[in-house]
């Protein structure tokens, strides 16, 4: 089975609960949207965060946040080939999988492609302070090109982002102290580009902090959602 679940910022005590209370296994993959917070401070902290979830039975598979170093920037991660993909990982903790962008991973017959990165709205604050803000949090060109290169002729099960197309904002969870014409929205304008041009059954998408479903798109944060779902979805298009 596969379980898909939102941003936990260092905190994988959810996870690890979750994982007892329905007993998953070796064969069962945890998605963690994005802002996993195992690649934050750059001490122990991480090590904590990525020793905890390495003890958990599923792999681990990890989508780029906007709160987070990206692998490829951190000396002791590799790459290797997943499930059809390219992921980062280090041997400490094989099961903790991080994916490139853009990569399709085929995992038990469901075919996803992922989109990580998203605007950091709090990144003066962080700046002014000192906290965790990295250039590259966004989708680079060369990722939004690979991107493209990959969806061409294709279709998806499942589309894995950390934020989401435009049209889907939830505005309830705008932060009233900040002022939304200094956002840089180029990420979700370009997710919407990308969702008006593939065909998929699902969408999950992290970044928002809330749980709530629009159609064929899934915010999660502290909510856990199965792979069984996309059967749901497969009636619900036939019905259509």
Request: charged residues 30%; proline residues 3%.
């Amino acid at each position: 089975m596969i379980y898909y679940t939102g941003d936990i910022h260092g905190m994988p005590w959810n996870i690890i609960s979750f994982c007892k209370k329905v007993k998953t296994t070796k064969d069962d993959t945890i998605v963690i949207l994005g802002d996993v917070g195992a690649n934050y401070y750059g001490d122990s902290r991480d090590t904590e965060c990525k020793r905890q979830l390495s003890k958990v039975n599923p792999t681990v598979l990890c989508i780029h946040g906007n709160h987070e170093i990206r692998p490829s920037s951190i000396p002791t991660y590799k790459t290797k080939e997943w499930n059809g993909g390219t992921v980062w990982f280090e041997e400490t903790y094989p099961n903790l999988l991080f994916a490139k962008d853009g990569e399709i991973f085929d995992i038990e017959g469901i075919r996803h492609l992922v989109i990580g990165g998203a605007y950091s709205v709090d990144k003066h604050y962080r700046l002014a302070r000192g906290y965790g803000w990295w250039a590259d949090e966004q989708p680079s060109d060369e990722i939004k090109a690979y991107v493209e290169q990959q969806i061409a002729n294709r279709d998806f099960d499942v589309i894995l982002s950390h934020t989401c197309p435009l049209k889907y904002e939830p505005v309830e969870m705008f932060l009233t102290m900040i002022d939304q014409s200094t956002v840089d929205k180029s990420t979700e304008i370009w997710l919407d580009s990308i969702e008006g041009r593939v065909k998929y059954k699902a969408w999950f998408c992290g970044h928002w902090h809330i749980n709530k479903r629009i159609d064929k798109m899934h915010f999660l944060y502290g909510d856990f959602e199965l792979s069984s779902i996309l059967k749901e979805q497969e009636f619900i298009d036939e019905k259509d």
